[in-house]
């Protein structure tokens, strides 16, 4: 079955100019051309079309669903790392299950942008699924406007409804590390060890390899994205850390395994499996209390739980670096060690290191020396 002639669209790139050809609007990419110059079609660039245009699997893009399928086909949606194709697929399906029979056109109507506002509303009781489902809806009708499909992107510009709380001053103190640890396995004592020295990320952490341990520094690309940028991480290696390392690599591991961090099974961690097993220690710490942060209002008295993260141990980490009373690092110094760009620096030291976190830090050095 025939869909029309092929389309060929050239998009500029921060790295320079990408021109991709498509059987038809709406259909398959096929090819993927780099340069300034249109590309020209030869023999099996036609044979790939004409077979993408008689297979009978190409989703009907006109319709919502069909789209969403070809998105999750195209080059955008490889490009995307493993884990926030994980993400984006649960909100995709959010997104087909509202929308997916319906015609993609609809979105070009600019009174959608009040039925996107609505569906997200009904969704308030979990802001942060509510924003992640509008980010990902955007992203996707961006992806359908770069492709022809569609004119308008109504869910451009759709506020957040999600207020990220302050855990500026939730540190692991030196008891919740003894605590956790007291019940964690090997494996999760060496991650939680290396997250407090190092600061890294749960996929930094992770996928950290020996290649990327230096004599006098780890070096390593940050997995995260700041500014649509990946800022190298530079982190000193301290005695501390130097004695972890060395006890690292005398772990037994599986051949060919060149993380540093080893599961149980001496093969690398997966950020699932680590989630996993921090969040079983963490239940069972304490006796089954768990490990918590208690905050109490100061006129009502009403106190306040939350549990310490995994993620807050970069926070312990940061608040020791910024606070050190001999190290004195300025945004750029901290940018390096952290992962962070230089502008978020002046943002992360308000979120980790306000008055109160200083104060916990500096008694619990206190408490240390006493």
């Not at 006109?62 to 999750?72: K, P, S």
């Not at 994980?86 to 600019?110: C, S």
Request: net charge positive; proline share 5%; hydrophobic share 40%.
């Amino acid at each position: 079955m025939t869909r029309g002639q092929p389309h060929i669209v050239r998009k500029r790139l921060r790295e320079g100019v990408v021109w991709y050809v498509y059987a038809w609007r709406g259909g398959p990419q096929v090819l993927k051309v780099e340069g300034s110059k249109r590309p020209k079609l030869v023999a099996k660039d036609w044979v790939r079309i004409a077979e993408a245009q008689d297979s009978d699997d190409q989703p009907r893009t006109d319709l919502v669903g069909g789209a969403i399928t070809a998105f999750r086909r195209s080059f955008y949606w490889k490009d995307l790392a493993k884990s926030t194709q994980r993400t984006w697929d649960r909100h995709l399906q959010m997104i087909e299950n509202k929308w997916g029979a319906v015609p993609l056109a609809i979105f070009n109507d600019p009174r959608m942008k009040a039925k996107i506002v609505a569906w997200r509303n009904s969704m308030s009781d979990k802001p942060r699924t509510a924003d992640i489902s509008v980010t990902v809806l955007s992203q996707f009708l961006n992806w359908a406007n770069l492709e022809g499909l569609l004119i308008l992107n109504p869910a451009q510009g759709v506020p957040n409804i999600y207020r990220p709380e302050s855990r500026a001053a939730i540190i692991w103190l030196a008891e919740d590390l003894e605590a956790i640890k007291a019940v964690a396995q090997t494996p999760l004592r060496d991650a939680i060890d290396l997250a407090v020295l190092t600061g890294m990320r749960r996929a930094d952490l992770v996928s950290l390899r020996w290649a990327e341990v230096g004599d006098l520094a780890i070096h390593r690309t940050a997995t995260k994205r700041s500014r649509r940028k990946r800022y190298t991480v530079t982190i000193p290696r301290l005695p501390e850390l130097d004695t972890l390392l060395e006890t690292l690599r005398g772990r037994p591991r599986r051949a060919g395994t060149e993380t540093v961090l080893v599961n149980s099974l001496g093969k690398s961690w997966t950020g699932d499996g680590l989630n996993s097993s921090f969040h079983d220690a963490r239940r069972k710490a304490n006796d089954g209390e768990g490990i918590w942060y208690v905050e109490h209002d100061p006129i009502s008295g009403e106190e306040t739980r939350k549990q310490k993260r995994l993620h807050d141990l970069r926070g312990t980490f940061a608040t020791r670096i910024i606070a050190h009373p001999k190290a004195n690092l300025n945004n750029r110094e901290v940018a390096d060690i952290m992962g962070w760009s230089p502008e978020q620096v002046d943002q992360i030291r308000k979120r980790y290191v306000d008055d109160t976190a200083i104060v916990v830090e500096l008694t619990r050095r206190l408490a240390d020396d006493l």
